[in-house]
């Protein structure tokens, strides 16, 4: 039974003139807060499970927000114009982007009978590849959105094929065709061609005006095959995400598969063998709302008072303390591609810094921390993302919620040092040797590379080759993708290319390159054997630890000089000059040379007593000599963040 709902009734317009009543639940959340839904009357064949794949920007977020809407699970006026009811964080709303998926639970009637629909949002961008393969572990059905005035970009095409590979069933949907500029025709005709979409079964929908958006509904109840599981069965719950909350700890997300879930009941982890007594079960509603249990096929939260987020390990499968039951298959862990060292700019700030953090990257399963101090930054910590974007992200998010000032240190990514009996990863360069011979005993230094696919106009093909090459790409192929010339006539590009190439500029060279109009989709293609050394920079002969690279040969000379000379701009002119190099081993590749800060000490001299002055300047002379025997460059924290800063 169904507990404090209402409902309403919508009189809606369909594309193509038709109208339907749709008999729409309109909760009294709107009002009040439900105090408990029943779950049970929802058996498997009432409930649908979906996510919504697309390439960045292709209107997920706002279609998410058209469904529930369109099932009163939030009223209308509650969104602001831009604002998407699933995209929580700060950073996700200045951004428009969405970087944490979120899950929300709707209940819809069709043909008189109520259904649960859940809908697991994925986020858009390639670094968050991870969360979309995570949220569609959760799902039987999946709806392809794709922009209709954009067609097919390399994200589209690889959401499709993690959709694939999982056996989801794929609703094609196009989406913005109020766009003066949407082509719906030539873009389903793109989606046959790439995807083999029969055209008949493409639903084409405004997800801003909501045009289209109820045959959706319709669409995800008729083609999405609901879930199977038993009640009768043994427990058996897939954990997909988790949350933190301050006073409950670690909420799990899970969806059930098999068996019933309930307050109370005494539940162990298949990963960790932990045991934990339930406090409370329910649906996000899209905010959480406590059930009396959830049932097979159900998605829902858990809290049981897991302390740490590491015991919510993403993948696992909860059963019933007593009742053994074989864990459903996880998948790949999230895997970080790239480290960075993040320090306080005031030194004294590590102990808060680091406390925050932590907290952070308790709602950030796929990052990875771990200490670090360098003598020039102090302690700080070294942390893994999935790719820049989610550093910058995490970044952000540390700066607007915890007032955080910080200082990232330039990127990397994991290198492997090969032994003659051991590989050994390395994603700090200070751990780099600094010479590759037969000192250091390293047979050989590979680098991570990723197989990497553009879909651009022919137009710009060319520049997308130079732009390939330029960044060390090798096995380079191309294709059309569809009929053409110019810019209507599309190119998808492969080729492999190391990961290091493409966590610095070559994203935004690729965006400015080809005025916008190329989309970019990378996947891990393992470890491959590389001409790597170590770049330090030398302020007055002495190395500074948390300025190392980790250089291709082929990029020495510019890296280098590039950096001194962006170095000579931020630090403060000292009393004597300064030689700002850049070193790889015992070879300088670049110098600049810092100016010094010549104090007038002949200005109380007055008259023309010319050789007293000479003298007095002798004097300075000697005394910034000795001083340059002796003294080191202080690199203040705010040069570090201003050459931080430079590089973006
Ligand atoms: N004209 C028009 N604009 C739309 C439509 N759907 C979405 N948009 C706009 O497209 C932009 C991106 O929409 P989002 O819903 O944030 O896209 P997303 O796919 O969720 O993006 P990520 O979360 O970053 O992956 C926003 O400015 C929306 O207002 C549509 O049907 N028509």
């Given at each position: 039974m169904l507990l404090l709902w209402s409902r309403a009734y919508f009189r809606i317009r369909c594309p193509g003139g038709r109208s339907a009543t749709l008999k729409c639940f309109s909760t009294s959340s709107q009002r009040r807060a439900p105090k408990s839904i029943a779950m049970e009357d929802f058996t498997c064949d009432l409930i649908r499970n979906f996510s919504i794949i697309?390439?960045?920007?292709?209107?997920?977020?706002?279609?998410?927000?058209?469904?529930?809407?369109?099932?009163?699970?939030?009223?209308?006026?509650?969104?602001?114009?831009?604002?998407?009811?699933?995209?929580?964080?700060?950073?996700?709303?200045?951004?428009?982007?969405?970087?944490?998926?979120?899950?929300?639970?709707?209940?819809?009637?069709?043909?008189?009978?109520?259904?649960?629909?859940?809908?697991?949002?994925?986020?858009?961008?390639?670094?968050?590849?991870?969360?979309?393969?995570?949220?569609?572990?959760?799902?039987?059905?999946?709806?392809?959105?794709?922009?209709?005035?954009?067609?097919?970009?390399?994200?589209?095409?690889?959401?499709?094929?993690?959709?694939?590979?999982?056996?989801?069933?794929?609703?094609?949907?196009?989406?913005?065709?109020?766009?003066?500029?949407?082509?719906?025709?030539?873009?389903?005709?793109q989606m046959q061609s790439t995807f083999g979409t029969d055209p008949d079964d493409i639903i084409c929908i405004s997800a801003k005006t909501g045009k289209g958006v109820e045959e959706v509904l319709q669409a995800i109840i008729d083609r999405i095959p609901p879930p199977n599981g038993m009640t009768t069965a043994p427990l058996k719950a897939f954990l997909f995400d988790s949350l933190y909350d301050r006073?409950?700890?670690?909420?799990?997300?899970?969806?059930?598969?098999?068996?019933?879930?309930?307050?109370?009941?005494?539940?162990?982890?298949?990963?960790?063998?932990?045991?934990?007594?339930?406090?409370?079960?329910?649906?996000?509603?899209?905010?959480?709302?406590?059930?009396?249990?959830?049932?097979?096929?159900?998605?829902?939260?858990?809290?049981?008072?897991?302390?740490?987020?590491?015991e919510a390990h993403i993948g696992d499968t909860l059963h019933r303390v007593g009742a053994a039951v074989d864990p459903m298959p996880g998948f790949k862990p999230a895997q970080a591609m790239v480290y960075a060292g993040i320090f306080p700019v005031d030194t004294s700030d590590f102990p808060k810094l680091e406390e925050s953090i932590k907290r952070l990257a308790l709602t950030d399963r796929s990052v990875t921390v771990q200490r670090e101090s360098s003598t020039a930054l102090g302690q700080g910590c070294r942390l893994g993302f999935l790719g820049t974007l989610h550093m910058d992200v995490f970044r952000q998010r540390l700066e607007d919620e915890h007032d955080a000032n910080i200082i990232v240190t330039a990127p990397t990514v994991p290198y492997k040092l090969v032994y003659k009996n051991k590989d050994v990863y390395i994603s700090n360069p200070t751990e780099f040797p600094d010479a590759i011979d037969v000192s250091s005993k390293v047979l050989e230094v590979q680098e991570p590379v990723v197989k990497a696919s553009i879909i651009v106009p022919e137009d710009y093909f060319g520049d997308m080759m130079d732009l390939c090459f330029t960044h060390r790409a090798?096995?380079?192929?191309?294709?059309?993708?569809?009929?053409?010339?110019g810019t209507s006539a599309r190119i998808m590009l492969n080729c492999v290319i190391p990961l290091s190439e493409i966590v610095t500029d070559f994203f935004d060279q690729?965006?400015?390159?080809?005025?916008?109009?190329?989309?970019?989709?990378?996947?891990?293609?393992?470890?491959?054997?590389?001409?790597?050394?170590?770049?330090?920079?030398?302020l007055n002969g002495k190395p500074v630890d948390a300025l190392a690279l980790i250089?291709?040969?082929?990029?020495?000379?510019?890296?280098?000089?590039?950096?001194?000379?962006?170095?000579?701009?931020?630090?403060?002119r000292q009393m004597f000059e300064v030689p700002i190099q850049a070193a790889v081993g015992k070879k300088i590749i670049a110098r600049e040379t810092l100016k010094a800060y010549r104090a007038d000490v002949t200005a109380g001299l007055y008259g023309g007593h010319v050789e007293r002055k000479m003298k007095v300047l002798e004097r300075q002379k000697e005394g910034k000599a000795r001083m340059k025997r002796m003294g080191s460059v202080n690199l203040p924290q705010e040069a570090f963040f201003d050459l931080m800063s430079s590089k973006k």
């Amino acid at each position: 039974m169904l507990l404090l709902w209402s409902r309403a009734y919508f009189r809606i317009r369909c594309p193509g003139g038709r109208s339907a009543t749709l008999k729409c639940f309109s909760t009294s959340s709107q009002r009040r807060a439900p105090k408990s839904i029943a779950m049970e009357d929802f058996t498997c064949d009432l409930i649908r499970n979906f996510s919504i794949i697309a390439h960045i920007d292709h209107g997920k977020s706002t279609l998410a927000d058209r469904l529930l809407e369109l099932t009163g699970t939030i009223k209308k006026k509650e969104i602001g114009k831009n604002e998407q009811v699933l995209d929580k964080l700060k950073v996700e709303r200045e951004r428009g982007i969405t970087v944490k998926a979120q899950t929300a639970s709707m209940i819809h009637t069709f043909g008189g009978k109520p259904h649960v629909l859940n809908l697991i949002d994925t986020p858009g961008h390639v670094d968050f590849a991870w969360e979309v393969s995570r949220s569609l572990a959760a799902c039987q059905g999946a709806l392809l959105l794709v922009d209709a005035s954009q067609g097919v970009q390399a994200q589209t095409i690889s959401v499709f094929h993690i959709a694939q590979e999982r056996g989801l069933k794929i609703i094609p949907v196009l989406n913005k065709i109020d766009l003066p500029a949407a082509q719906p025709e030539r873009i389903a005709a793109q989606m046959q061609s790439t995807f083999g979409t029969d055209p008949d079964d493409i639903i084409c929908i405004s997800a801003k005006t909501g045009k289209g958006v109820e045959e959706v509904l319709q669409a995800i109840i008729d083609r999405i095959p609901p879930p199977n599981g038993m009640t009768t069965a043994p427990l058996k719950a897939f954990l997909f995400d988790s949350l933190y909350d301050r006073y409950r700890g670690v909420i799990s997300l899970v969806a059930v598969q098999d068996g019933i879930l309930k307050k109370g009941d005494r539940i162990a982890s298949c990963h960790t063998n932990k045991k934990y007594e339930v406090q409370e079960v329910g649906i996000m509603h899209p905010e959480e709302i406590p059930t009396n249990g959830l049932y097979p096929g159900q998605v829902g939260y858990v809290a049981c008072n897991m302390k740490e987020s590491s015991e919510a390990h993403i993948g696992d499968t909860l059963h019933r303390v007593g009742a053994a039951v074989d864990p459903m298959p996880g998948f790949k862990p999230a895997q970080a591609m790239v480290y960075a060292g993040i320090f306080p700019v005031d030194t004294s700030d590590f102990p808060k810094l680091e406390e925050s953090i932590k907290r952070l990257a308790l709602t950030d399963r796929s990052v990875t921390v771990q200490r670090e101090s360098s003598t020039a930054l102090g302690q700080g910590c070294r942390l893994g993302f999935l790719g820049t974007l989610h550093m910058d992200v995490f970044r952000q998010r540390l700066e607007d919620e915890h007032d955080a000032n910080i200082i990232v240190t330039a990127p990397t990514v994991p290198y492997k040092l090969v032994y003659k009996n051991k590989d050994v990863y390395i994603s700090n360069p200070t751990e780099f040797p600094d010479a590759i011979d037969v000192s250091s005993k390293v047979l050989e230094v590979q680098e991570p590379v990723v197989k990497a696919s553009i879909i651009v106009p022919e137009d710009y093909f060319g520049d997308m080759m130079d732009l390939c090459f330029t960044h060390r790409a090798e096995d380079l192929e191309h294709r059309y993708l569809d009929a053409g010339t110019g810019t209507s006539a599309r190119i998808m590009l492969n080729c492999v290319i190391p990961l290091s190439e493409i966590v610095t500029d070559f994203f935004d060279q690729l965006k400015s390159r080809s005025s916008g109009f190329a989309s970019f989709d990378y996947e891990e293609a393992g470890y491959k054997a590389s001409d790597l050394s170590k770049m330090v920079f030398l302020l007055n002969g002495k190395p500074v630890d948390a300025l190392a690279l980790i250089v291709h040969r082929s990029h020495e000379d510019s890296i280098g000089k590039e950096w001194v000379k962006k170095l000579v701009k931020v630090i403060p002119r000292q009393m004597f000059e300064v030689p700002i190099q850049a070193a790889v081993g015992k070879k300088i590749i670049a110098r600049e040379t810092l100016k010094a800060y010549r104090a007038d000490v002949t200005a109380g001299l007055y008259g023309g007593h010319v050789e007293r002055k000479m003298k007095v300047l002798e004097r300075q002379k000697e005394g910034k000599a000795r001083m340059k025997r002796m003294g080191s460059v202080n690199l203040p924290q705010e040069a570090f963040f201003d050459l931080m800063s430079s590089k973006k």
